[in-house]
């Protein structure tokens, strides 16, 4: 099966894309990405699941009212977008700033989520006030150098901040390409202007996410170098619920990076 549809929300219409069947699992994707970001991972999972993809509000063919956006309200829209498509709980891959909006989504409505499998979130409030503080600040001039220089002199600052190696030299072969386009441009501005805000004024209750009743599984890249915040993010999670960690193929990328090899941790994690 593949679909793709519109869904009106509060403030913002969705795009939504479907592939596959079996049990729903949908995907929060990374950054800028949009519903094609892991194209090549849903490729290896749709025999086995029915896997939804969507755009963020302000990405891609996703419009909004109003550019301000929370991460409560990008779960809120996930939240919809799940009880629109189905009606059983979903298991959800959260990507980075997609994790982040999941653990609301865990929060807001855990009977729509039976896991979450949170892929190193960019969530500073999961961290002790020194180095949330520090990390915090690290976002914030990313923010002043976009506003100042432009959204290329913010490239390397933000692989540097997150541990991206923009080389992937281990990367899969004959993966799509994923140019970037005047669209993807848009995203990424979007992304450091709006999303970037959104974390940093994040309300995540920590305290709440550790007696959460859905599952939550960690997971780190195992290329992710141990000093940045979105892997520290990951290992402060782990200790947070008194889980283990688990490591997956390639780096904060990996979905995208590693797809084949990624879709098989995840098969072994599901239970497929």
């Not at 049990?23 to 970001?37: F, Y």
């Not at 979007?190 to 709440?208: C, K, N, P, S």
């Not at 960690?245 to 090899?261: Q, S």
């Amino acid at each position: 099966m593949s679909t793709s549809g519109q869904l009106t929300v509060p403030g913002a219409t969705l795009h939504y894309q479907v592939r596959g069947t079996g049990p729903v699992l949908l995907i929060a994707q990374s950054g800028e990405g949009d519903a094609d970001r892991s194209t090549d991972l849903v490729d290896h999972l749709a025999d086995v699941h029915t896997v939804i993809t969507y755009d963020r509000r302000g990405l891609s063919r996703s419009t909004l009212d109003d550019p301000a956006v929370t991460l409560a309200q990008h779960a809120d829209d996930v939240h919809r977008l799940l009880a629109a498509l189905t009606d059983e709980p979903a298991a959800v891959l959260g990507c980075s700033l997609g994790a982040s909006l999941g653990f609301h989504l865990a929060l807001d409505h855990p009977e729509q989520v039976r896991v979450l499998l949170a892929h190193e979130p960019v969530s500073p409030r999961l961290l002790p006030p020194a180095e949330r503080a520090q990390h915090e600040a690290e976002l914030r001039e990313i923010q002043e150098v976009h506003r100042r220089d432009g959204l290329t002199a913010t490239f390397g600052m933000i692989a540097r901040v997150l541990g991206i190696d923009p080389t992937n030299p281990d990367a899969e072969p004959d993966r799509t390409p994923q140019p970037l386009t005047p669209q993807r441009v848009r995203n990424f501005d979007f992304f450091v202007e709006h999303d970037f805000t959104a974390i940093l004024d994040d309300t995540l209750d920590v305290a709440a996410l550790a007696a959460s009743p859905t599952r939550i599984i960690p997971i780190a890249g195992a290329t992710t170098p141990r000093t940045v915040f979105d892997h520290k993010c990951a290992v402060a999670l782990a200790k947070l619920l008194g889980t283990d960690l688990h490591e997956f193929p390639g780096g904060h990328n990996g979905n995208t990076t590693h797809p084949r090899a990624y879709a098989n941790r995840l098969r072994l994690l599901l239970g497929h």
